[in-house]
Nanobody, 122 residues
Framework: QVKPVESGGGLVQAGGSLRLSCAAS????????MGWFRQVPVKEREYVAA????????YYTDSVKGRFTISRDNAKNTVYLQIDSLKPEDTAVYYC???????????????WGQGTQVTVSS
């Protein structure tokens, strides 16, 4: 199995940027498609972005298109989420996850990190 560990969250003003990182240990990272999800209290964890094993294909939920960029470096076993033009509604715990499927469906992801908090002040 693969174990993701997120980092890079923090407190930022609206309009600012953050880059989240997710370092994965365990089985070969390149074997997995990777996704980012986010969750706020009393809401379900929602899909944000996904990237395929090779890093050649990406997919985003509509609300983040043009502001979020997912990428990966298989040599470093790391996936990134660049977040620009942050909005207060982006405030959430962001989770990185690994899947055998290139998917936007939460249940397709088997391995999850512990999450990193992103807080956007207005």
């Amino acid at each position: 199995q693969v174990k993701p560990v997120e980092s890079g969250g923090g407190l930022v003003q609206a309009g600012g940027s953050l880059r989240l990182s997710c370092a994965a240990s365990g089985r070969p990272f390149r074997n997995y498609h990777m996704g980012w999800f986010r969750q706020v209290p009393v809401k379900e964890r929602e899909y944000v972005a996904a990237i395929d094993r090779a890093g050649s294909s990406t997919y985003y939920t509509d609300s983040v298109k043009g502001r979020f960029t997912i990428s990966r470096d298989n040599a470093k076993n790391t996936v990134y989420l660049q977040i620009d033009s942050l909005k207060p509604e982006d405030t959430a715990v962001y989770y990185c996850a690994a899947s055998s499927y290139y998917s936007t469906v939460r249940s397709d992801y088997n391995f999850w990190g512990q999450g990193t908090q992103v807080t956007v002040s207005s």
